[in-house]
Nanobody, 115 residues
């Protein structure tokens, strides 16, 4: 079993920055990828960013150029650096990871951007 725990969410003013962290523990094996999703009230959960085991990344068009996903393999942790935040970024942000044994989700962390 794998556990993913997010941290770093909070309240920030528009134009500000936050850094989210997701720490993985348990029977991890090797993750094919780790990713960040978000879900705002009344909207579908959407992919924000994904980083593969080899280091390649994908970003949603809405965050490209503002957000950066990175990882620390030694700590089994993935980060999401969020800059130039907009009110539209307000959502619950979820960590996601996949290995050969399954797909896993964290409980989410709230990000609120005030304007």
């Amino acid at each position: 079993q794998v556990q993913l725990v997010e941290s770093g969410g909070g309240l920030v003013q528009a134009g500000g920055s936050l850094r989210l962290s997701c720490a993985a523990s348990g029977s991890i094996f090797r993750f094919n990828y780790m990713a960040w999703y978000r879900q705002a009230p009344g909207k579908q959960r959407e992919l924000v960013a994904r980083i593969f085991s080899g280091g390649a990344t994908n970003y949603a068009d809405s965050v490209k150029g503002r957000f950066t996903i990175s990882r620390d393999n030694a700590k089994n942790t993935v980060y999401l650096q969020m800059n130039s935040l907009k009110s539209e970024d307000t959502a619950v942000y979820f960590c996601n990871a996949e290995n050969i044994r399954g797909n896993y989700w964290g409980q989410g962390t709230q990000v609120t951007v005030s304007s």
